[in-house]
């Protein structure tokens, strides 16, 4: 098993800039030669005219390679 954390930052090119973000946390559950499982909590904050609202994320990432 694997940790795992990052982020992703959505910026608009106008007077509104910033207007989502994202963190990231999770672990890397499975990983073969074609398949890999991640069990991942995410952290969203996203922008609404002038307050920033904010969202909880639990996901499951499945992949498959051929």
């Not at 559950?29 to 074609?34: G, K, P, R, W, Y």
């Not at 609202?53 to 499951?60: A, H, M, R, Y």
Request: charged share 20%; net charge negative; no cysteine.
């Amino acid at each position: 098993m694997n940790f795992y954390t990052s982020e992703e930052s959505f910026i608009k090119l106008n007077e509104v800039g910033f207007h989502l973000i994202r963190f990231y946390e999770g672990l890397s559950i499975v990983q073969q030669q074609h398949f890999k499982l991640k069990l991942y909590y995410a952290l969203e904050k996203y922008k609404l005219f002038e307050n920033w609202g904010t969202s909880d994320i639990i996901g499951l990432n499945m992949g498959f390679q051929l």
